[in-house]
């Protein structure tokens, strides 16, 4: 199969929903050799029974548990022998100011988008050095890159993501590894147009809305043509961006 990402294997965690299931539908229309991770396991089926023809494995984990992390990476290398991409998807999303949150809030949000990010980061990249090289995008947030109302677990998550991205890039370059990272604004995944039923919701996404200068929210398959293009080597000279995918909102 010819395409941006012909015959590498790709990793993406939390890929049964949103922003992870558009990436792998992209990658897969584009050659790649997937291994598909989720906490739910239901949910990574129907997204792998979506890609007909492709070459899929599935893993159910969680990226918190470092035992599950590895199992991540290593499927890909079980299967085709090596990673050449991961994208660090996975995370959850709470809308909470500091009052709301609770330690344990703080906790299970770091545990997933912020250990978890770690950990997989960590073991593809024990797997890069020896097979010459990789990519790696995470999911950042513009919510890892400005102040946000409601954000106070979230944000700071999303600002490990932020860092992360530019230390290991720095850390890393010189073996090849390329780290980069995207921070979509606010995004019609499946939690979001759930706020549209949840109380207080529709007047949250009407004020986010407004401030996205392009006027809209944006679509998961807009953040997994920017994933794909840092993914692919069309950007072998870039490491440790953090692109904003945002319609305007950092701009302003």
């Known amino acids: 199969m010819g395409g941006?990402?012909?015959?590498?294997?790709?990793?993406?965690?939390?890929?049964?929903?949103?922003?992870?299931?558009?990436?792998a539908e992209l990658f897969a229309a584009e050659g790649a050799r997937l291994v598909l991770t989720d906490v739910d396991g239901a949910a990574l089926d129907a997204a792998h029974r979506a890609l007909p023809g492709a070459e899929v494995r599935t893993v159910v984990g969680d990226v918190s548990v470092a035992e599950?992390?590895?199992?991540?990476?290593?499927?890909?290398?079980?299967?085709?022998?090596?990673?050449?991409?991961?994208?660090?998807?996975a995370g959850v999303i709470p809308l909470q100011n500091v009052l709301e949150a609770t330690p344990e809030d703080w906790d299970r949000v770091m545990a997933v988008d912020g250990r978890g990010m770690f950990l997989t980061c960590k073991y593809a990249i024990?797997?890069?050095?020896?097979?010459?090289?990789?990519?790696?995008?995470?999911?950042?947030?513009?919510?890892?890159?400005?102040?946000?109302?409601d954000q106070a677990v979230y944000g700071p998550a999303k600002f490990v993501a932020t860092g992360l991205t530019k230390h290991l890039a720095v850390e890393w370059a010189a073996r090849g590894i390329r780290v980069n990272a995207v921070?979509?604004?606010?995004?019609?995944?499946?939690?979001?147009?759930?706020?549209?039923?949840?109380?207080?919701g529709p007047e949250y996404l009407e004020a986010i809305v407004a401030q996205h200068p392009m006027a809209r929210l944006g679509e998961p398959e807009e953040v997994a043509r920017a994933i794909l293009f840092l993914a692919s080597d069309e950007a072998s000279f870039i490491t440790g961006a953090v692109l904003p995918v945002d319609g305007g909102y950092l701009a302003r």
Request: hydrophobic residues 45%; neutral net charge.
């Open 68 to 89: 599950d992390a590895e199992t991540m990476i290593s499927a890909a290398v079980d299967a085709y022998g090596r990673i050449d991409v991961l994208v660090a998807n």
């Open 126 to 149: 024990e797997w890069m050095i020896g097979s010459g090289g990789g990519s790696i995008v995470c999911l950042s947030s513009i919510s890892g890159l400005a102040g946000q109302a």
């Open 183 to 200: 921070a979509p604004g606010t995004i019609r995944t499946d939690r979001v147009r759930a706020l549209a039923d949840e109380p207080g």
């Open 4 to 23: 941006r990402l012909a015959g590498k294997a790709a990793v993406i965690t939390g890929a049964a929903r949103g922003i992870g299931r558009a990436t």
